[in-house]
């Protein structure tokens, strides 16, 4: 299978940065997605990148070096409503099946 | 609207009961997946389907069963053989396989 490891929690205060981690162990099939989930509910999609470099959507932006398997998840402005789990996920074959990494619980403090 | 939608929100199960999940889109994709969140742990893959009447095990298939008779629908069985079965579980789809997939709103699986 596929390791995601990407780190447990970060806290910052409201109109920080935060930069969430990624790394995977390349397995030849392209493509690193990024999910938001808060608290209950179900993940909503944020980002695909399926090539390398940064890709800017808003206040988020998403970059991915595939040689290096890694990647990384940029907040920046924060706000409250952006505490909230954030998962990584890898295709392991041509199929596209996903390997979802644990998730990085975001705390954002007033 | 398109979108997913699974029911119940909530869902409870006796010792020794098979209980089905729904998951229902009319969002016109062909693939659909099941997965099951434990707390702090990432998805994991139940089941998934490419097309209609086919589906393919996932990571962590014992215990489930699913059917594939309709596009637009992807149910889930919880059989009695799951002996760990407390999960919030999740359907997605999407378009194709290798592209991006959408979550319903999830079922929270209880034991009684």
């Known amino acids: 299978g596929q390791n995601i490891d990407q780190p447990t929690e970060m806290t910052a205060t409201e109109g920080a940065i935060v930069q969430i981690n990624c790394t995977y162990q390349?397995?030849?099939?392209?493509?690193l997605f990024w999910y938001q989930q808060h608290a209950g509910e179900a993940p909503t999609f944020l980002s695909y990148?399926?090539?390398?470099g940064l890709e800017e959507k808003g206040r988020f932006s998403s970059f991915l070096s595939r040689s290096k398997g890694y990647s990384y998840l940029l907040l920046k402005e924060l706000q409250m409503k952006d505490s909230a789990s954030y998962l990584c996920a890898a295709p392991t074959d041509s199929w596209g099946k996903l390997q979802f990494g644990a998730g990085t619980q975001v705390v954002v403090t007033p | 609207d398109g979108g997913i939608t699974q029911s119940p929100k909530y869902l409870f199960r006796k010792e020794g009961q098979n209980v089905t999940l729904s998951c229902e889109q009319n969002?016109?994709?062909?693939?659909m997946y099941w997965y099951r969140q434990d707390p702090g742990q990432g998805l994991r893959l139940i089941y998934y389907?490419?097309?209609?009447?086919?589906?393919q095990k996932g990571d962590i298939a014992e215990g489930y069963s699913v059917s594939r008779e309709k596009k637009e629908s992807f149910p889930l069985t919880v059989t009695s053989a799951q002996k760990n079965p407390t999960a919030f579980y999740l359907c997605?789809?999407?378009?194709?396989?290798?592209?991006?997939?959408?979550f319903g709103p999830g079922t929270r699986l209880l034991v009684l």
């Open positions: 997605a789809s999407s378009r194709s396989t290798a592209e991006t997939q959408y």
């Open positions: 389907s490419q097309i209609v009447n086919d589906f």
């Open positions: 390349t397995s030849g099939f392209n493509g």
């Open positions: 969002l016109n994709h062909d693939a």
């Open positions: 990148n399926v090539l390398d």
